[in-house]
């Protein structure tokens, strides 16, 4: 868990710090991609909390979710449909369903230390 946690502080300085940007019209497949990575962490963390984690699960969830997500943006995006909607709450609910989880497992390993 500590490994994960000074990762994200490295990335997120790394990002913050590179003058990276991208063009507005591909804001939409950023952020659904983006919001498909944040679901795999949540799911990565869960996992890890639950004593189920696994590398390749983890590495190919997060990419194939990624990938998949902007994948069905961009159809959508062609077809004149908006996909993505169906990636916002397949990716959305599973977030807040698994943030939930955490919390759970963190009060509880709290409430059994106490």
Not at 53 to 69: H, M, P, Q, Y
Not at 106 to 112: E, G, V
């Amino acid at each position: 868990m500590f490994y994960a946690i000074i990762g994200t502080l490295i990335g997120v300085v790394v990002g913050l710090l590179l003058p990276i940007t991208y063009s507005p019209t591909y804001a939409l497949y950023v952020s659904v991609a983006i919001l498909a990575c944040l679901d795999s962490v949540f799911g990565g963390v869960r996992a890890n909390l639950e004593d189920k984690f696994d590398v390749k699960i983890f590495i190919s969830g997060f990419f194939g979710n990624a990938i998949l997500a902007a994948f069905l943006a961009y159809i959508g995006d062609r077809l004149g449909v908006p996909l993505y909607y169906a990636a916002i709450f397949t990716f959305g609910g599973r977030l807040f369903e698994n943030f939930a989880t955490i919390r759970r497992l963190l009060l509880f390993r709290t409430k059994q230390k106490q």
